[in-house]
């Protein structure tokens, strides 16, 4: 029999890639958008499957709305991807960051619970929950010191996720993944904005990049290697959390050096703190400079993930390195700007 999955936040990076994995096994896929006037498709355009999905309108803070769709949408699967998901814009938002991320889990939950309490869940919980992070390399066992509005309604979304698989036996997993991107991440991400400030410079312009805090490390992975490891959580037969990562970590500093290094461009630091910059070595241009408006008014300085439990038990682990994450991401926004 044919499964069918719901994916919430089916417009975003994961969304997408999620989506065109579920088709590829056979999935009816139903996806939520909070415009269906105008829905923002152009990832699922970009990955050749826009017409192949069943989009919905649907709201995390909206319960009337939640309660409609679930009642009269029955699938298989249920992956909650949406959320306000710029850790930097929670400080601006911070009610309506905890009411997405945090309260619209609890809504979607309960909704499931009452109306098909068999589908299996997934709780897209993140890194950032560990913030200030109480041990090196973090784990499912690390406890958690949030260090954003964002991460704060997560570390929520994520222990009402557990409650509602340990009350009332609810299939609820959660995937704790650390950053994960590709050429679909959006502009306003870190290493978007990079890889996109480069291509830009590449192709003529004379901007120059500026981003915050270069020595802030990430453990970065490719998405479409961490969308397969949310499907496997799903097809296990006891619910559990997992964290997803790659075990290695590198501060933006190197990202942007990779980045370069993919459209021919030797970059040469120089500086210490908000004097930091970056120069090409070849004409001596002024490439990055440090600005002081993008720093975190508290900082996650270090995470790095171990995803041990997820290779024993699920078979998981991410195949791309961050080198080559970075090149794809710079080839692709060089690429696209010549279109």
Same mark, same amino acid.
């Given at each position: 029999m044919t499964k069918s999955a719901f994916i919430t936040g089916i417009t975003g990076q994961d969304g997408a890639y999620l989506a065109k994995l579920l088709l590829q096994k056979g999935y009816r896929v139903h996806g939520g958008v909070r415009r269906i006037s105008h829905p923002e498709t152009t990832r699922l355009a970009a990955?050749? /499957?826009?017409?192949? @999905?069943?989009?919905?309108?649907? *709201?995390?803070?909206?319960?009337?709305?939640?309660?409609?769709?679930?009642? *009269?949408? =029955? @699938?298989?699967?249920?992956?909650?991807?949406?959320a306000q998901s710029f850790v930097g814009a929670s400080w601006e938002q =911070? /009610?309506?960051?905890?009411?997405?991320?945090?309260?619209?889990?609890? %809504?979607?939950?309960?909704?499931?619970?009452?109306?098909?309490?068999?589908?299996?869940?997934?709780?897209?919980?993140?890194?950032?929950?560990?913030?200030?992070?109480?041990?090196?390399?973090?784990?499912?066992?690390?406890?958690?010191?949030? %260090?954003?509005?964002?991460? @704060?309604?997560?570390?929520?979304?994520?222990?009402?996720?557990?409650?509602?698989?340990?009350?009332?036996?609810?299939?609820?997993?959660?995937?704790?993944?650390?950053?994960?991107?590709? =050429?679909?991440?959006?502009?306003e991400f870190v290493t978007r904005k990079i890889t996109l400030g480069l291509a830009k410079i590449a192709r003529g312009s004379n901007e120059v990049l500026k981003l915050g805090n270069l020595d802030v490390q990430r453990d970065w992975g490719y998405a479409g290697d961490y969308v397969r490891g949310m499907w496997l959580m799903l097809q296990q037969d006891q619910p559990d959390d997992y964290v997803l990562a790659t075990g290695v970590t590198t501060p933006i500093?190197?990202?942007?050096?990779?980045?370069?290094?993919?459209? *021919?461009?030797?970059?040469?630091?120089?500086? %210490?703190?908000?004097?930091?910059m970056a120069v090409e070595r070849k004409?001596?241009?002024?490439?990055?400079?440090?600005?002081p408006d993008f720093f975190r008014p508290a900082e996650v300085d270090l995470l790095i993930g171990d995803a041990s439990k997820a290779k024993s038990s699920l078979g998981w682990h991410a195949k791309m390195p961050v080198k080559t994450l970075a090149a794809m991401m710079a080839q692709a926004d060089f690429d696209a700007l010549r279109a």
């Open positions: 990955l050749g /499957i826009a017409d192949q @999905v069943t989009l919905h309108s649907f *709201d995390l803070n909206e319960i009337n709305n939640i309660v409609r769709v679930i009642r *009269d949408t =029955p @699938v298989d699967e249920f992956y909650n991807l949406a =911070p /009610i309506y960051t905890g009411d997405a991320n945090g309260m619209g889990v609890v %809504r979607i939950l309960d909704c499931l619970r009452t109306y098909h309490p068999n589908t299996r869940f997934y709780q897209a919980s993140t890194s950032e929950m560990f913030g200030l992070v109480q041990e090196v390399p973090q784990r499912e066992t690390t406890p958690f010191y949030p %260090r954003s509005p964002y991460g @704060v309604a997560k570390a929520y979304g994520h222990y009402i996720t557990m409650n509602y698989r340990e009350s009332f036996g609810m299939h609820a997993s959660s995937g704790v993944l650390f950053n994960h991107e590709s =050429p679909l991440r959006g502009k500093r190197e990202f942007v050096r990779y980045a370069a290094e993919a459209l *021919d461009m030797e970059l040469e630091f120089m500086g %210490r703190g908000l004097n930091e004409t001596g241009r002024r490439i990055l400079e440090v600005d």
